[in-house]
Nanobody
Framework: QLQLVESGGGLVQPGGSLRLSCAASGSTLDAYAVGWFRQAPGKEREGVSCISASGGSTNYADSVKGRFTISRDNAKNTVYLQMNSLKPEDTAVYFC?????????????????WGQGTQVTVSS
């Protein structure tokens, strides 16, 4: 059974950077696409970015394009989300999710394996 654990969240000032990690156990991650999603207080969870199993394809929400970069290291069974130029509106709990996905459309229903989330707070 694939299990996911996020880490790397924290408090950062506007304009700062954080790198989130999504570490997998129980199975190798290289067969799975991985997505990052986030949920801000009082809002629905939304897709942020996703990456194909091979790492050859990625997709980003318009709100993070040019600021966030998703990557993966299958040898380490880990997917990363590098977040730069952070804004207060990026404040949310960030979740990673994985599944065998053939189209990278940032849809929550495509993913059956989820982590518990890590808090990201952007504030001065």
């Amino acid at each position: 059974q694939l299990q996911l654990v996020e880490s790397g969240g924290g408090l950062v000032q506007p304009g700062g950077s954080l790198r989130l990690s999504c570490a997998a156990s129980g199975s190798t991650l290289d067969a799975y696409a991985v997505g990052w999603f986030r949920q801000a207080p009082g809002k629905e969870r939304e897709g942020v970015s996703c990456i194909s199993a091979s790492g050859g394809s990625t997709n980003y929400a318009d709100s993070v394009k040019g600021r966030f970069t998703i990557s993966r290291d299958n040898a380490k069974n880990t997917v990363y989300l590098q977040m730069n130029s952070l804004k207060p509106e990026d404040t949310a709990v960030y979740f990673c999710a994985a599944d065998i996905v053939f189209t990278l459309k940032l849809l929550q229903v495509d993913y059956n394996y989820w982590g518990q989330g890590t808090q990201v707070t952007v504030s001065s």
